[in-house]
Structures are given as structure tokens and as C-alpha cells.
């Protein structure tokens, strides 16, 4: 199978064979897989409720004032990004 990869991302695979993190550009891919696999394994849905009623608190006030923004900065980042 061959899959066209970007430029930067293949430069990136070949140094990190470079530096020694994997013996060839294969076992490279075949890890950035498996973290990709055991990221989707994660089952978050437990936490979807809390993090909806946590926004909710901060959009009512609720929040600690001086880290309010940053975190819900940081949490509306996150849901946006699918993560």
C-alpha cells in the first residue's frame, strides 16, 4: 500500500528514525497508528456531562474568578478540536 504523505510529516518520521526512536520509517507509522487506535479505545463519554455542566457554571459565574477564562478558554479549545 502506498499513502502520500506531507512533506513535513514524512521529514518528521525520518528524524525520529534518525534519532534512534524507531528502526525504521515503517515500525514509525505503525506507532504513530497504534497511538491513534488506543486514543479512539479511550472511552470519554463519562466526562461530556460533566464538562457541559462545568461550562454552564462558568457561563452562570460560577467559576473561580482569577482562572475562569483561561479554563474555559481551554475546555471550549478542547470540544472544538474534537478532542
Same mark, same amino acid.
Request: proline share 5%; net charge negative; charged share 30%.
Given at each position: 500500500?502506498? @499513502?502520500?504523505?506531507?512533506?513535513?510529516? @514524512?521529514?518528521?518520521?525520518?528524524?525520529?528514525?534518525?534519532a534512534g526512536r524507531f528502526a525504521s520509517l515503517?515500525?514509525?507509522?505503525?506507532?504513530? @497508528?497504534?497511538?491513534?487506535?488506543?486514543? /479512539?479505545?479511550? /472511552?470519554?463519554?463519562?466526562?461530556?456531562?460533566?464538562?457541559q455542566e462545568a461550562l454552564e457554571a462558568l /457561563?452562570?459565574?460560577?467559576?473561580?474568578?482569577?482562572?475562569?477564562g483561561e479554563i474555559l478558554a481551554r475546555i471550549?479549545?478542547?470540544?472544538?478540536?474534537?478532542?
Amino acid at each position: 500500500m502506498n @499513502i502520500p504523505l506531507p512533506q513535513s510529516q @514524512i521529514e518528521w518520521l525520518k528524524a525520529q528514525v534518525a534519532a534512534g526512536r524507531f528502526a525504521s520509517l515503517e515500525e514509525a507509522v505503525a506507532s504513530a @497508528i497504534a497511538g491513534l487506535q488506543a486514543q /479512539d479505545a479511550v /472511552d470519554d463519554d463519562w466526562v461530556k456531562p460533566l464538562v457541559q455542566e462545568a461550562l454552564e457554571a462558568l /457561563d452562570r459565574d460560577e467559576g473561580t474568578p482569577w482562572r475562569k477564562g483561561e479554563i474555559l478558554a481551554r475546555i471550549k479549545a478542547r470540544r472544538a478540536s474534537g478532542a
